[in-house]
């Protein structure tokens, strides 16, 4: 048994480096203050790139991005105000002044400072001295009078305490004004981290996001601040990584892009087989969609062990499927590719039964959902069986939302959702397992990988079920070969996309469980 799970663990790890560097091309880093702060010091200091020459480039993207939305609502002469700390994000947004009063078509730009100009940073104090060449108003008492473009560049990152004094009022008063809001790096106010809003923040319409991708632009409720955030390259790139890579990423290309490939003379054993126990009495529905997303995700055959009531119900739904209303027998496990667990399971001693024999009989990868993670809280003696067996190189994959997240932890839903990744992170590293972390914003976490951030979905996916598909398309793909954690952060993206393709169709009021089913094709074609 050693021997095979060695030999298994080589060639997952094979797959994996394969898998990984297929999928760098399709993913965008997402940074914390202190990552980007690092990598912007290695640019300066390692390779040599002067800070004002990423300034520059950092005012260039900006003005830019504001020629484009110009170009799209109509150009003329517009009159424009930009915020100003004594930072380096204001010293970005004095190199904008400049960059705009020098346009050919005219700009009205005035600078409104904020701060005590004796503590500015040394780059600051250069652009205000540069600026003082050209025509640019500059001044700290409120102007009064509309603006058609206000450029917010007060803080941009590194913000880690509430927002108090002068700067409150500030931000209070930028949010009342009317006109087209920008924000240079980071809307002020918004923990570029977690996406907290720091006492108060600007609601912007635009925020041009430097280098890489902030967490906090894409987190609740800082990606509602956000508006369309837009990441510009300013010469500051991988090389800075050094030994390193960011702790989180997010998937941005095409569904079709990241799925296992096709074998063109396979059969339907070639694409994985999964043993998914789901639907106890009066809850055949979850095994329903459980079973057609594992199908949709591209799994070749589909076996439900279920109670002899939903037998009808399923053969109906899902043709396609096997059925299986005994006990599972040991030698049910010599057939499947895949265990999967939990989908309208129940918690009562059936329900115990046929988890406890996908433990004890079975060393095959499970997936792990619902009720069989609330017979997880409830019987520490299956939690150990998981740590135990993850150890010795099963693969696991659990996919909590934050209740369930809470129970497996023993903490209450409040504190996870102060702290939603490290306590994913946590959990991961403690069951040696992959952690779907499901909410608004899903994480993907395992020990010694980066944090898989989904941004897809909406609001219509908050539905009865909808985990259940969720649960069958990451089965799916584990079926077929890709590792736990890349099988569960696609599925996650590809769910979301295909709620998205939902919403497109049906609007998020009157979506189901059953639409995400139907979308999937439509998301995955080539």
């Known amino acids: 048994m050693t021997l095979y799970i060695a030999a298994k663990g080589l060639v997952r790890g094979l797959f994996?480096?394969?898998f990984l560097l297929l999928g760098e091309a399709f993913m965008e880093y997402l940074l914390t203050a202190k990552e980007m702060q690092g990598y912007d010091r290695a640019t300066i200091e390692r390779i040599g790139i002067p800070d004002l020459?990423?300034?520059?480039r950092a005012a260039l993207a900006v003005y830019e991005e504001i020629l484009k939305v110009l170009g799209m609502t109509g150009f003329g002469r517009k009159k424009v105000l930009i915020l100003?700390?004594?930072?380096?994000?204001?010293?970005?947004g004095l190199a904008l002044a400049r960059l705009l009063a020098e346009h050919g078509q005219g700009f009205e730009v005035d600078v409104l400072l904020c701060g005590n100009p004796d503590k500015a940073t040394k780059a600051w104090k250069i652009q205000c001295e540069i600026l003082k060449h050209f025509p640019v108003r500059t001044g700290s008492k409120y102007p009064e009078g509309e603006y058609d473009i206000l450029i917010d560049a007060l803080f941009g990152v590194g913000l880690s305490r509430d927002v108090t004094g002068e700067y409150r009022e500030l931000i209070?008063?930028?949010?009342?004004?009317?006109?087209f809001k920008v924000a240079v790096d980071m809307p002020s106010g918004i923990h570029s981290d977690t996406g907290k809003v720091m006492g108060c923040a600007v609601k912007v319409d635009l925020t041009v996001c430097f280098a890489f991708g902030k967490r906090g632009l894409y987190a609740y409720p800082g990606c509602e601040y956000a508006g369309k955030v837009v990441v510009k390259n300013i010469g500051i790139?991988?090389?800075?990584?050094?030994?390193?890579?960011?702790?989180?990423?997010?998937?941005?290309?095409?569904?079709a892009e990241l799925l296992p490939d096709r074998c063109k003379h396979g059969n339907k054993g070639t694409f994985g087989k999964v043993l998914l126990a789901a639907g106890n009495r009066n809850m055949a529905g979850a095994a329903v969609l459980a079973a057609q997303g594992c199908y949709r995700a591209g799994a070749g055959m589909v076996k439900v062990l279920t109670r002899e009531c939903n037998r009808v119900i399923l053969q109906t739904a899902v043709p396609e499927a096997l059925l299986c209303t005994e006990d599972p027998a040991e030698e049910t496990y010599e057939w499947p590719s895949v265990l999967t667990i939990g989908p309208g399971l129940g918690t009562d001693q059936w329900a115990y039964d046929v988890f406890s024999s996908f433990l004890k009989d079975s060393d095959l990868p499970m997936v792990i959902d619902a009720d069989g993670l609330?017979?997880?809280s409830k019987y520490q003696e299956l939690m150990e069986l998981v740590r135990m067996q993850a150890d010795a190189g099963r693969m696991f994959l659990l996919t909590p939302h934050i209740g369930e997240l809470a129970r497996l932890c023993g903490m209450g839903i409040d504190q996870v959702k102060e702290e939603p990744v490290e306590t994913a992170?946590?959990?991961?590293?403690?069951?040696?397992?992959?952690?779907?972390?499901?909410?608004?914003?899903?994480?993907?976490c395992q020990s010694g990988k980066p944090v898989c951030m989904n941004t897809t979905g909406n609001s219509g996916m908050a539905v009865a079920g909808s985990g259940d598909v969720l649960t069958g398309i990451?089965?799916?793909?584990?079926?077929?070969?890709?590792?736990p954690f890349e099988a569960a952060g696609v599925g996650v993206y590809l769910h979301g996309k295909a709620g998205e393709q939902a919403a497109s169709e049906l609007g998020e009021h009157g979506m189901m469980a059953g639409d995400l089913v139907k979308a999937i094709t439509k998301v995955c074609k080539k």
């Open 16 to 18: 994996e480096q394969s």
């Open 53 to 56: 020459v990423l300034m520059e």
């Open 84 to 92: 100003t700390g004594c930072g380096n994000n204001g010293a970005d």
């Open 172 to 179: 209070c008063w930028l949010q009342e004004r009317k006109g």
């Open 237 to 255: 790139g991988e090389q800075a990584f050094g030994d390193t890579r960011p702790g989180m990423f997010r998937y941005t290309e095409k569904p």
């Open 374 to 376: 609330n017979l997880l």
């Open 425 to 444: 992170l946590r959990l991961a590293e403690n069951l040696n397992c992959v952690i779907v972390s499901k909410d608004a914003r899903t994480y993907v």
């Open 474 to 483: 990451i089965a799916g793909l584990l079926a077929q070969g890709m590792p």
